[in-house]
Each structure stands twice: as C-alpha cells, then as structure tokens.
C-alpha cells in the first residue's frame, strides 16, 4: 500500500501565511481600484473587530466551557485605554499630515497596554468569579459589565484631571485603525489562541470543561487553568477594544451595554461553542448581514432571535459544532482522493 | 523484600453525625495488587477518595512512599504519585483518545505558556516526545489504532482501559482501580485482569482496587482488605477470605437463633 500524502508542520504554516498575505493583497488591491467603497472598508474592520471578540469569548466559552457576560465589559476597558494613552501621543497631528509610519509604534503600545490593563481587570474578576459555575459565573460577569459602564458613565475626572468625560463621551481620538493594522491584529489573535489551545495548555483548558473532577484526577491544576484562559480571553477583548476605538473616534459607556456582550455571545453560539473557525465565520455574516439589508433594518433585531431559535431546534451544537477548518487536511484529502483514483484505474 | 508503597493509619472521616470510614488501615508493597471489597456502602468508594484528597480525614495518616501526604490537595497527590480511575467513567469524552493521555502527561511537560504561542523549539520538542510516549503507552494496550477517535465514541471496555492508560500516564506509584470491571461481561473481565497484572509486571507499580465481582478479585488480589460499615473487618490471602466467617457474615448475614 502506498503511504499517505500528509504535509509537514512547517510546510503547512508556509502555506497557511501565503493563503493569508494573498487574501491581503487581493483586498487591498480592491480598495486601492475602489471595488471595495470607502463604506465596504468600514463594514471589513467592523467584522474584524468582531472577529477578535468573538474568538476571544469563544476561547472561554466554548473551549473553557464557563458563561461569562461581560465581555463588553473588558473591551470597554481596552477601549478606553488604548484611547487615552493615543490621545496622549502625538498620533493626532502624524495622521493628520499623512506619516502613519511613526504611528505604528505607538500603536502597538497602545494594544499592549489595552490587552494588559483588560488582562489585570480579567484577574480581579476571575480569581472570584471561577470560583462559580453556570448561571452564578454569569451573573457576576454580567454584574462587572454593569459597573464598568455606570462606572464610566459617572466619573469624567480623577483628581481634577480629565480623565473619561463620563456620558459626554471620549472624543477626538486619533483614528489609527486601518484596514491593514485590523487585518493583521485578527490574525495576530486567532494565531495566538490557536497554538495556545494546541499545546499541553490548551489541552488542560478542554479538560476542565469535559470533566472537572477528572481533569484534577490526573494533576491539571483547574484555578490557574482557568483563570489563565479567561485573562487571555480578557486581554483579547481589550484589543478589540482599542481597534474599535482607533476606528470609530470617539467613545460613549453607552456602546458597551449588556446587549454588546450578548452580541458577541450570540456569534459564538451561532456559529458553534469551540469552533473557531465558527466564531470567524458567524462574525462575519452577523456583522454584514444587517449592512446588506439596510432597507429591513427595522426587523434585524427579529431576524436576529428568529435565526437563534431556529438555530437551537435544528441545530443546537451551532453552525460549525466543533469542526475546525484547517487547509492542511483539506489539500490533504484532496490530494489522497486523486491518488486513490489513479491508483483505482491502474 | 519489596518498598511499601502506601501506608494508612487509622483514617477516619465524619460528616456530621455519620462516619463512612471509621477506622482503616492498609499497607500495599510494590508489585502487589491489594483488593479492597465489601458490601455496598461499606465506605470503599469514601476510602478512595481520602486517598485522592477529595474528602480531608477527621483523623489519621495517608503515607505514599514514605512520605505524610496531609493537607495534600487532590492536584497535589496525583504529582506525588496516586492515579485513579471512577466507578462511573470520567473520560474527556468530547477530545481525541491520544489527547486524553496528552492530558495525563501534562504535568509531566515543562513548557510555559510563551513557548506554546511562540511554538519555541523547547514546544516541538516536548511535544513530540509526549506524543511518542502516549502512543507507546496506547500500543501496550493495544489502542494504537484508536488514538484519533474521540472518546466518547469508544466502545465500552476500551472506555475502561483509556481510563486507566490515562492514569498511567501520570506516572503514578499507586493506581487506585474503582470498580474496573464494572458492567464487564466475563470475557471482558477476563481481559481485564490480564491488563492488570500486566500493568503491575512492567510499570512495577501498586495497584489497589475495589472490586465485586469476585472472580477478578479472588483471581489476581494477593491481599484482600474486607470493609463493612466503615471498618477494617479481615484481611487476608484470597482463600483466607473466602473461608472467614466474620465475612461471610458480613455478605450474607447469620443464621437466626432458634
């Protein structure tokens, strides 16, 4: 018997980077000859943002297995500040004469002190929270979403210093998301949580959420498991977080109410709890479905209930249930199916 | 003259008024298979779980190898050595049979968190050799072929066995065995005290189990510890057990005074 076609590990990551920096280039390509409008390039960053945040909550939700709702929570947090350390930057006045280069830095600063003011919040609450199970761990997410939205929504200075503007809202950011720097951080993030849940870690996450007392049984220590993949699905939705304000310019506590965090967890139901590929794909047409019918916008908020409940009867694991797409297997079978036609008409 | 490996002195637990486990000592050696049976509610099950730390003795001492395993919690005590499996099968039924020994040998890998998302050389060498040895470990089993399948889907006697290889992979000293052949027709039992005396000829560790069904037990047990309402009522070689009176009472009850 002939062996099997299989493709090793590096060729395959080679693969997976040129798939992506084609999808890139053909994108940009369409921008710049303007098939893709100036409004179409919004919608992508949107869906962009909405990726990372549903991937992030997938991460604990589908994969850690728990409930959280705050996750608009955290990414206000993010959101807030990335946005002030870029006001704080000359990023301002670099956008504005058109040399983004030196912007990117201070970008990426940005993105990192959002992911670690979010991951510090995501501890604070995690440590307490993981301690509950279910309906209890939802609760008090939901309740820490609450209060950092009336928290932000009531304290506009710290110590004389103008700090958040409370309800008037955080204006006049500099808007340093393009299309570019949205397109990398989604797979920047999507990297990160895929070889974080392949590894010795990210099995020892699925096992607490297949069987707790087991996953113990053999020595996984469950509280620093979990509390690991929440901070990161934390520190991910802080990201979003600063994406979104680079992108929109200015920030209202009012965007992150509850219902944006049952967005995010209505993508990753939709599109199937543990799977990634899911989460990406339900994003994607949550988020430009309702741009497509504009004209029945009045009814988005009925399609959206009637597709979860159609959804729940006829398929309760999601769209994806926890199949993963992966390119690899494809041009594998693919290539096993031709060889084994061959070998048939020898 | 082979180590002691596990050591109990007078354990005792009480939940409120009631005490399960009143008063147990057990001593197993290395290479041995030690049986622990009794009537139902006896307090196996409650013995188990004092010795993975699930439940904290009222009283007495838990020593593995020589060392006093108090205020060892259940995380601990599997890396100081005691693997189990559960009367009601704990698999992680949703994940492949080869992650499911992965996940046995978790603690057994070293790479941190940054290495994992960097995939650093130290993640692909770790892995490689974790993946190495749980096929290995699967093949003694004769489960090589059944490493992709997810464990849910396995038939039942092959769920028993993954549960145990997975506690293998732990690397343990002692294997606790909840009732292994539980729901096992007698083939499979059969089968399955080969895989027990097999584990202890070539992993050289101690393996205490609980057990009904009494062919397994009076089969492959060197030292039987009879159990009932919480205390130690014999112990004893198989055919001593068999012919004790004190036991015999214990499962069938005596004969009424005329």
Redesign the interface.
Known sequence: MKKKFTIPTSASYAINTIVLLAIWGVITLMISSGVITNYWRGILITIGINIILATSLNLSCGYLGQLPLGHAGFMAVGAYAGAIFMKATPAAALIRSGNTLPVIPLFIIAVIISAVVAGIFGILIGIPALRLKGDYLAIITLGFGEIIRVVLTNIDSVLGFKFTYGAAGLARIPKFTSFNICYFMVILCIF?IH??M???????V??IR??E??????????TFYKT?AFVLSAMLAGVAGCLYAGYIGSLYPSTFKFMKSIEILVMVVLGGM?SMFGSVLAAIVLTALPELLRAFSDYRMVVYSLALVLMMIFRPEGLMG?YDFSLKRIIQKIVNGINKRRNGNE | MSKTVLKCEHLRVVFGGLAPVSDFSIEVKENEIAGLIGPNGAGKTTVFNLLTGVYVPTKGKVILDGKDLEGYSTIQRSHAGIARTFQNIRLFKNVSVLDNVLIGYNHSMKYSMISSILRLPKYWREEKAAKAKALELLSVFDMQGMAKIKAGNLPYGAQRRLEIVRALATNPKLLLLDEPAAGMNPAETTALMETIRKIRDEFNIAILLIEHDMSLVMGICEEITVLNFGEVIARGTPSDIQNNPTVIEAYLGTKREE
């Open positions: 990160i070889t974080f392949k590894s010795r870690h990210g099995r020892a699925l096992s297949e069987n007392i087991a996953a113990e049984s053999v020595g996984i220590n469950t690991s543990g926890d």
